[in-house]
Nanobody
Framework: QEQLVESGGGLVQTGASLRLSCVAS????????MGWFRQAPGKEREFVAS????????SYAEPVKGRFTISRDNAKNTVYLQMNNLKPEDTAVYYC???????????WGQGTQVTVSS
């Protein structure tokens, strides 16, 4: 059974850093494009970053460019999101997701809460 499990969230102050991890099981991880999304209270889920299966192509949402970095370790079935210089507007539940291009994301994790205090 396919499963994605996120970890690494927490409560931090403005300017701090966090690294989120997402471990995949039950799927051939190296064949999937991986993405991170987030959903803030009262808002729709939004795209944060994505990374193709061999890490050739990365994509970031404008609000996180230059602050967040997505990476993956196919040997560990894990995708990471390094978040630096965090801001209160980054507060959200962060989800990782997997897809086989060019299709839609079809596997999602349960989410990890990130709260940034001012």
């Amino acid at each position: 059974q396919e499963q994605l499990v996120e970890s690494g969230g927490g409560l931090v102050q403005t300017g701090a850093s966090l690294r989120l991890s997402c471990v995949a099981s039950g799927l051939t991880f190296s064949t999937y494009t991986m993405g991170w999304f987030r959903q803030a209270p009262g808002k729709e889920r939004e795209f944060v970053a994505s990374l193709t299966r061999s890490s050739i192509s990365k994509s970031y949402a404008e609000p996180v460019k230059g602050r967040f970095t997505i990476s993956r370790d196919n040997a560990k079935n894990t995708v990471y999101l390094q978040m630096n210089n965090l801001k209160p507007e980054d507060t959200a539940v962060y989800y990782c997701a997997a897809k086989r291009a060019p299709f839609e994301y079809d596997y999602w994790g349960q989410g990890t809460q990130v709260t940034v205090s001012s």
